[in-house]
């Protein structure tokens, strides 16, 4: 399946415009002539709108599916994203080990309120830096006390953990993780870190949560990792991954899935949220089943992955030759970012400001990203390619004006 554009109003991109989103309904805006390599989100022309709409529609109309749904998911939609996973990773992924969830976000607190819940005292979460903000903040509210680790180019630096665990005393109840792709730095936790995070999660009794928003998104010719949960032979479990439909498919589906072992997934279902409300978004559920089982979410990804690659490399080229003096600290195999680095003495909040007034670009600087003001998140999926190397255009632009500035 080929890509298509899609034509909406709003949110469109035609020869004469650019990639822009500007409606009542999305979270964050972009307007008509902002580049904006801030958002981590597909543009709207790599949302599949049309699957959606021709989906069959036989689960959706059988009037039990508008009662409270299943507490784990209903079995069948389970066994969907279980053979889907499978293919997509080579590892057998059963439905008993799976539980639908409304995306990651909802699963980091799904998952953080029952550890919190269960905690004698204020518990304690390992999370990287750099990482995804937005979920630390989600952990501290469920009352969580954050540490953190650095991340290198094996992805969490687990010794870090075991000097925290073993020389500090420190006592987690949950190491946050993004194994594959991280974001923001776009790398892949090593085989090596992954058997030693686990050991120590079974030494010192702690939960891994893996969040793997980013797992499927290899390019096209890499491998795509296996799930961290699939390396978890312990009998009771103590990895729960996490994966969502919103960065291969659509945010707004809030749809997502955890993978355990069947013990941590009964652990889950007790859940307070779920014993009240039953499972978590059965409609959406029943709504993408048919474009999994007949093949179109597969098709869809692949095209997904190639031009996502495609705009990586633009990315890629755009900064070796028009900003070679932004350093690309990492070589992304997937995902959704290049992670850079400014010169030592300069601060990326003050030349995203510069970049935004005057040049109408927007990035991500690395103090959104748990990290230090020199370093910058730079998202290739949001906008073409050709936008993206107008974008760099512009970013070079802006970053002369600010170097001379501080001459
Ligand atoms: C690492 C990571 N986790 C979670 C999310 C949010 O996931 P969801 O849309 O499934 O809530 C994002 C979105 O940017 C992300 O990058």
Redesign the pocket.
């Given at each position: 399946m080929k890509l298509s554009l899609q034509t909406q109003n709003k949110t469109t991109k035609t020869a004469e415009t650019m990639t822009y989103q500007d409606s009542e309904y999305v979270q964050l805006p972009v307007p008509e002539g902002i580049y904006d390599l801030n958002v981590?989100q597909p543009s709207p022309q790599l949302l599949p709108m049309d699957l959606l709409y021709s989906a069959d529609n036989t689960h959706i109309s059988d009037p039990t599916f508008l009662q409270y749904g299943n507490q784990q998911g209903y079995l069948t939609f389970r066994k969907a994203v279980g053979s889907f996973l499978s293919a997509e990773t080579g590892d057998a992924v059963s439905a008993d080990e799976l539980l639908i969830t409304a995306?990651?976000?909802?699963a980091i607190l799904l998952i953080g309120t029952r550890i919190a819940a269960e905690s004698k005292t204020r518990p304690l979460a390992i999370v990287e830096s750099p990482t995804?903000q937005w979920?630390v903040n989600v952990l501290e509210g469920c009352g969580f006390d954050i540490m953190t680790v650095p991340v290198d180019d094996e992805g969490m630096v687990v010794d870090e953990v075991e000097r925290l665990v073993v020389e500090e005393n420190a006592r987690p109840a949950l190491v946050l993780t993004?194994p594959s792709h991280q974001?923001p730095t776009s790398v892949t936790l090593s085989t090596p870190r992954r058997q030693k995070l686990i050991q120590l999660a079974i030494d010192h009794d702690f939960k891994i949560l893996a969040?793997e928003?980013y797992q499927l998104l290899s390019f096209p010719d890499g491998r795509v990792d296996s799930s961290l949960a699939t390396s978890d032979t312990t009998e009771q479990g103590v990895v729960l991954t996490i994966g969502?439909f919103?960065k291969i498919f659509a945010?707004a589906l809030r749809l997502?899935w955890v993978q355990a072992n069947p013990h941590l997934i009964a652990w889950l279902v007790k859940h307070p949220l779920l014993v009240s409300g039953g499972g978590l978004n059965p409609i959406m559920a029943g709504w993408l089943e048919p474009v999994i089982t007949d093949g179109s979410l597969e098709t869809w990804l692949a095209g997904l992955r190639k031009e996502l690659f495609d705009r990586y490399v633009c990315l890629r080229n755009a900064l070796q030759t028009k900003l070679p003096q932004i350093e690309m600290v990492t070589t992304p195999q997937g995902g959704y970012y290049i992670w850079c680095r400014l010169p030592a003495h300069m601060d990326s909040e003050a030349l995203r400001v510069l970049a935004f007034d005057k040049y109408k670009v927007n990035f991500r600087p690395g103090i959104q990203c748990n990290t230090s003001p020199d370093y910058l998140r730079l998202c290739f999926a949001f906008h073409t390619s050709e936008e993206i190397e107008q974008a760099i255009d512009l970013l070079a632009s802006a970053y002369d004006e600010y170097a001379n500035g501080l001459a």
């Open positions: 981590g995306g990651n976000s909802g995804y979920a993004i974001n969040d928003a969502t919103s945010p997502g």
